[in-house]
């Protein structure tokens, strides 16, 4: 199965572009992301760890490990796998946003390869990873399917996918949309569709379909009292994140 040419969607990265200056802005437009960010890397690196036998405790755990970040805005993730010793690639649809993630990662002493390209573009290039992260992007492309085919096209045989993306609910519509939007102004109004937003079951069922093998979901949950984000095995109603694997 071979994903189509390009699952872009030119509206979308319209959206990113315009925002491109305030990713490392903590108080800007990407303020919900870099307060979700330490949850999400907490999940992501458990995951490595887990499915690569890598000691987080030891120095540099994850040397040896290719880790494509796909949809890397400003480098939020990428920036930290590089520092825990991975050869980190960060690939972006929205032009504007690699330099921006290059010269940051310039400023902090790191090397990671940014480029402006698609998953697809790099599927049909034969690029390979350990660690394919796919996070909050997948609500925001034209064929969600395609998209995580291309991506299981980016793993090596046994390599591990970390995606996540928003539930479809009226909870969710209520706190990702009215609230992170019209009464936070966390977010541009319009960012969010929630017509693209996809449930837990229906994400398993396409990353099935897409060839690969889901392992593990948990939830993000956010705590309006402590203003902090943690992890849930039960509430996935609004935002998760899911781990799959491609089958050796």
Same mark, same amino acid.
């Given at each position: 199965?071979?994903?189509?040419?390009?699952?872009?969607?030119?509206?979308?990265?319209?959206?990113?572009?315009?925002?491109?200056?305030?990713?490392?802005?903590?108080?800007?437009?990407?303020?919900?992301? =870099?307060?979700?960010?330490? @949850?999400?890397?907490?999940?992501?690196?458990?995951?490595?760890?887990?499915?690569?036998?890598?000691?987080?405790?030891?120095?540099?755990?994850?040397?040896?490990?290719?880790?494509?970040?796909?949809? @890397?805005?400003?480098?939020?993730?990428?920036?930290?796998?590089?520092?825990?010793?991975?050869?980190?690639?960060?690939?972006?649809?929205?032009?504007?946003?690699?330099?921006?993630?290059?010269?940051?990662?310039?400023?902090?002493?790191?090397?990671?390869?940014?480029?402006?390209?698609?998953?697809?573009?790099?599927?049909?290039?034969?690029?390979?990873?350990?660690?394919?992260?796919?996070?909050?992007?997948?609500? =925001?492309?034209?064929?969600?399917? !395609?998209?995580?085919?291309? @991506?299981?096209?980016?793993?090596?045989?046994?390599?591990?996918?970390?995606?996540?993306?928003?539930?479809?609910?009226?909870?969710?519509?209520?706190?990702?949309?009215?609230?992170?939007? =019209?009464?936070?102004?966390?977010?541009?109004?319009?960012?969010?569709?929630?017509?693209?937003?996809?449930?837990?079951?229906?994400?398993? !069922?396409?990353?099935? !379909?897409?060839?690969?093998?889901?392992?593990?979901?948990?939830?993000?949950?956010?705590?309006?009292?402590?203003?902090?984000?943690?992890?849930?095995?039960?509430?996935?109603?609004?935002?998760?994140?899911?781990?799959?694997?491609?089958?050796?």
């Amino acid at each position: 199965m071979q994903a189509q040419q390009t699952t872009v969607d030119p509206s979308e990265i319209a959206k990113f572009e315009a925002m491109a200056a305030e990713w490392w802005d903590e108080n800007g437009k990407f303020k919900p992301l =870099h307060m979700l960010n330490p @949850c999400r890397l907490d999940y992501i690196t458990m995951q490595i760890a887990g499915e690569f036998d890598r000691d987080l405790s030891a120095a540099a755990p994850f040397k040896g490990l290719r880790i494509l970040d796909i949809g @890397c805005g400003g480098g939020l993730l990428a920036e930290p796998m590089a520092r825990l010793g991975a050869e980190v690639v960060g690939a972006d649809a929205a032009e504007r946003n690699i330099p921006v993630a290059r010269i940051h990662a310039e400023q902090s002493g790191l090397e990671i390869d940014y480029r402006h390209t698609t998953a697809e573009a790099m599927a049909a290039a034969g690029e390979q990873f350990d660690v394919v992260l796919n996070m909050e992007v997948v609500e =925001h492309v034209a064929s969600p399917i !395609d998209y995580l085919i291309a @991506c299981r096209q980016l793993l090596k045989p046994g390599g591990l996918h970390v995606c996540s993306t928003i539930n479809r609910n009226p909870k969710s519509y209520m706190m990702a949309i009215i609230g992170a939007e =019209h009464v936070m102004r966390w977010l541009p109004k319009g960012t969010h569709e929630w017509s693209k937003f996809i449930t837990p079951d229906e994400l398993f !069922d396409l990353m099935r !379909d897409a060839g690969l093998e889901p392992v593990d979901r948990k939830g993000f949950v956010f705590n309006p009292v402590t203003w902090s984000w943690k992890l849930s095995d039960r509430d996935l109603s609004v935002n998760y994140v899911t781990a799959s694997l491609k089958p050796t």
